[in-house]
């Protein structure tokens, strides 16, 4: 029953993205150029990062519309302290940091604290965050570096790792994973757990294997891995760890699941708020820093609507609103979705009313089909 | 069977994952009878309320129900409303911000003009309410009323729907003895009338002062239908139990040791502000079980949940675990204490129901296995330990808790609090809703945790398991205590008369 569930979910977000990758490319050509290929894997850096923050939130049954905006002010206050106050790169993202997960901790606090609908406080911090970041830039656009030097905030999404670096790192990761899959499989057979079959984890480590070569092969032919791409494995990694093989994850899962036995349990249901806001906080200033690099500069509409794709990264990548469900790998493949569309409609000079229709149209959609999935599985 | 039966089903069975909730069940109602249905908790019989009201729809049983002789399909419940079945649940369906006649006539509003007739259904609600000669304000707010008079406001709802069927489920467990009165005489009015009514309660007295027959469920199955004239309470005693009571509780010897949770003076507010618990006292001895029995609404489930942190806010009183004043707080600081609570609800406060067995027995003892981090192999370990120690039915600990009974469920909740390593564990109906065979192991688990020396209160609202389990039992009336006693000094007689000592109406038993 569940897991032909899963398997619906899953089934068709792996045709919706075989259909927007095949539309695209027979549209425009370029679409699975070597370059703009490397453009969508920056793209789906930013998004997957700040997605990757929501899932904690979501997952706790609660939400975020603030992060579009903290995007915008954290990407903000690094350009500010280094273009106007001449601060070095790491002092000015450290700040930015220090600030962004202090912002977000304050809002779990209150959620978690007053019972307030996170709905309604990170509502007002878009709001409030907003005002902020065009206060602090001025209504200007403030360029993340001082003339032709490139700094630690700048490199983000122009620097690639050389191929030598590039071809190591996918050569070690596919050994990592093969070594973690055949542990993970010994160890549930120990347990005297169900494992699937040889073939079938052979098969799809195999596939696995191949789309990481591949990837890399195809990005090497422009410039190599860029730097925010490892950025987004090092996030996700942290992630995966945390929601997976942490008690606070646990814990994550629980609360979404169900509030009140989770209080019951003895489960230290604010302060895991807090904590889940907090690390959302973190992902939302490294996105801002990449997001804000990638445009060169910070501007009024830097971050602007990233929320909505954040919150669609994770509903269509199998994240239940109503909490308590939803992985990593998911919401992987849910950003890998949204920047696949977004940078396709880009390609075809698609108007931006348009670009709006659509994105309104996959969020509505990806809800939509959460609301009827949980509902025929309650 | 006789053609004229108004209500009849025939070889009922309803099967849920793990469980034949019924099992063949073939009873009729007669036109203007009053059937009273006993059994235990799990015998089948809200199940069977559940079939019958459209709940469960045709399609998920087998068997067949026929009203008038016509085999009805309910695919829910207002097709069995249109048939005339109305159910009047334990549980109040009021609202309580609107007034008596505003809900007696909710979604049933008369209407002039395409507007609501509001001078209708006051005028209604009058008429109704002084037919059964009740002295309540229709504009009172229902929210203001006592419970028992509540209860009767939802009665009243039902008759408002003139149905030909009425099925109460224990619908005196909230009422004072007058009020129980003034039910019963409502229930043979409306005999005369015609109606029929099926009415399960606990009481017997009850069900033999107003039932003309009596079925006995048990274990799903209808064992027996006997005529009330020609039988007594301890005949039907006898088949809803199936064998003799003592049997039903294993014996243990109690060697109670020294106080590991006393309990003084204990007087708790709501969050309204309304006082619950008045001057709560007792004591729990290592290696005991303390039975805390009472009425709904009496202020049990209260009185743990406040102990354990999750409920209240406490205006005066002491409690002391082990001999030392308890910073208990929260659940959370509990459970590190050495307490935890096993709650009465266990699908809202006790399970993740879409989540493996494994996730939710180790939920509460995750702190002890590694910091930050968990350790999947000593997880695992502790919880197949526990998993096969209490005995739960399923495939592997990765299977997911919402396929399980309810007893096996019950196992899990059970299962996650010992984990904790606690010296006091509260049970709050750890029998409810699940069947026999498991009420028997669960009962075992009590035992077994009293011979580890650890302290057990049990909270109950089935009076032999009060008296089969407890080594004392103390009865609560609305949040007062109303008796103690000890194991042999407890009777039904004695228990009941306690429950109700706060009541304002004299009470005979």
Redo the contacts between chains.
């Keep these: 029953m569940?897991s032909s569930q899963i398997n619906v979910r899953d089934f068709s977000l792996f045709i919706a993205l075989a259909l927007i990758w095949a539309f695209f490319s027979w549209q425009v050509p370029d679409f699975v150029s070597p370059r703009n290929l490397t453009m969508l894997s920056i793209e789906l850096s930013t998004t997957a990062v700040a997605s990757l923050g929501m899932l904690l939130i979501i997952l706790l049954a609660h939400i975020d519309l603030s992060v579009g905006s903290a995007i915008g002010l954290m990407g903000g206050v690094a350009s500010v302290l280094i273009f106007r106050h001449q601060w070095s790169a790491p002092a000015a993202m450290l700040l930015s940091l220090v600030v962004g997960v202090a912002l977000y901790a304050t809002m779990g606090w209150v959620i978690a604290r007053e019972r307030i609908p996170a709905f309604i406080i990170t509502l007002g911090g878009l709001l409030i965050f907003k005002g902020i970041f065009w206060k602090v830039i001025g209504n200007q656009t403030i360029p993340v570096k001082t003339g032709d030097k490139d700094n630690l905030l700048s490199i983000l999404t122009t620097y690639y790792l050389p191929a030598w670096a590039g071809y190591s790192l996918v050569a070690l990761i596919i050994v990592a994973l093969t070594a973690a899959r055949i542990y993970s499989r010994i160890?549930r057979c120990s347990?005297?757990?169900?494992v699937e079959s040889g073939e079938l984890m052979f098969s799809k480590l195999f596939v696995a294997g191949q789309a990481f070569l591949l990837s890399v092969i195809v990005l090497e032919r422009f410039r190599g891995v860029p730097l925010s791409v490892t950025v987004l494995g090092s996030v996700a990694f942290v992630i995966w760890l945390i929601t997976n093989?942490?008690?606070?994850g646990?814990?994550l899962?629980?609360i979404g699941?169900?509030e009140?036995?989770?209080?019951?349990?003895?489960?230290?249901v604010r302060a895991v708020t807090i904590g889940a806001f907090a690390i959302a906080g973190v992902t939302a200033t490294i996105t801002g820093f990449m997001q804000t690099a990638y445009g060169g500069a910070s501007t009024t509409t830097t971050g602007e609507l990233m929320e909505l794709d954040a919150i669609a990264s994770c509903v269509i990548g199998g994240t239940a609103l109503a909490g308590?469900?939803g992985t990593v790998l998911g919401v992987l493949a849910g950003a890998f979705l949204i920047d696949s569309l977004m940078n396709g409609m880009t390609l075809m000079a698609v108007s931006p009313e348009m670009k709006f229709v659509t994105r309104g149209v996959v969020l509505t959609l990806a809800v939509w089909m959460d609301v009827r999935l949980s509902r025929r599985?309650s | 069977m006789p053609s004229n039966a108004i209500l009849e089903t025939r070889v009922l069975t309803k099967r849920f994952p793990g469980v034949t909730a019924l099992d063949g069940v073939s009873f009729y109602l007669r036109p203007g009878e009053v059937h009273g249905l006993c059994g235990e908790n799990g015998a089948g019989k809200s199940t069977l309320i559940k079939t019958l009201s459209g709940i469960h729809p045709h399609g998920s049983y087998e068997g067949e129900i026929l009203v008038e002789g016509n085999e009805a399909r309910f695919t829910g419940i207002a097709e069995a409303q249109a048939a005339g079945i109305a159910v009047i649940y334990q549980e109040l369906a009021l609202v309580n911000n609107l007034t008596v006649a505003e809900n007696i006539f909710l979604g049933n509003e008369p209407t002039r003009l395409g507007l609501i007739d509001w001078d209708k259904v006051y005028t209604d609600a009058a008429k109704l309410l002084k037919r059964f000669k009740l002295d309540i304000d229709p504009a009172a707010r229902v929210g203001d009323l006592g419970t028992g008079l509540q209860q009767l406001v939802e009665i009243v709802k039902a008759l408002a729907k003139k149905s030909r069927i009425l099925i109460l489920d224990e619908p005196t467990a909230a009422l004072t003895e007058a009020e129980v009165d003034v039910l019963l005489e409502i229930i043979r009015g409306l005999r005369d009338e015609g109606v029929a009514a099926i009415y399960i309660s606990h009481k017997l007295d009850e069900v033999f002062a107003i039932s003309d027959r009596i079925t006995v469920l048990r274990d799903g199955k209808s064992i027996v239908t006997l005529e009330s004239a020609q039988t007594n309470a301890g005949e039907v005693i006898r088949h809803m139990v199936g064998r003799p009571i003592e049997d039903l509780f294993p014996k243990r010897q109690s060697k109670p040791g020294g106080t590991l949770l006393s309990v003084k003076n204990l007087t708790v507010a709501d969050r309204h502000g309304d006082t619950i618990l008045h001057d709560i006292s007792f004591e729990v001895r290592a290696g005991e079980v303390l039975g805390i029995g009472g009425l709904m609404g009496s202020g049990r489930s209260e009185t743990l949940m406040h102990i354990f942190g999750a409920w209240g806010e406490r205006l005066n009183g002491d409690v002391q675990m082990s001999g030392k004043p308890s910073p208990i707080q929260n659940p959370r600081k509990a459970i590190s204490e050495g307490l935890v609570m096993v709650t009465e609800d266990r699908k809202r406060y006790g399970l993740n129901l879409d989540k493996s067995i494994g996730f939710n027995l180790s939920l509460s003892s995750l702190e002890q296995i590694g910091y930050g981090f968990i350790d999947r192999n000593t997880e695992v370990a502790r919880n197949q330990k526990i998993f096969g120690l209490l005995r739960v039915k399923a495939p592997s600990i990765e299977t997911v808790v919402g396929t399980l009974s309810g007893g096996n469920q019950q196992k899990v909740v059970i299962g996650k609090a010992l984990l904790t390593g606690p010296n006091i564990v509260f049970l709050d109906e750890p029998t409810r809703g699940i069947d026999v065979g498991a009420k028997l192991e669960v009962y075992e688990f009590v035992n077994q945790l009293t011979g580890e020396g650890k302290a057990v209160v049990l909270v109950s609202s089935e009076l032999p398991e009060l008296m089969g389990m407890s080594d004392r039992i103390v009865m609560l009336a609305e949040g007062h205590v109303g008796g103690v006693f000890m194991r042999e000094e407890a009777t039904q007689e004695r228990l009941l008369a306690a429950a109700i000592k706060f009541h304002k109406a004299p009470v005979k038993v």
């Design positions: 569940k160890k347990y005297g757990f169900e093989h942490t008690r606070f646990r814990y899962y629980a699941g169900n009140e036995a989770a209080i019951i349990s003895g489960i230290p308590g469900h599985s």
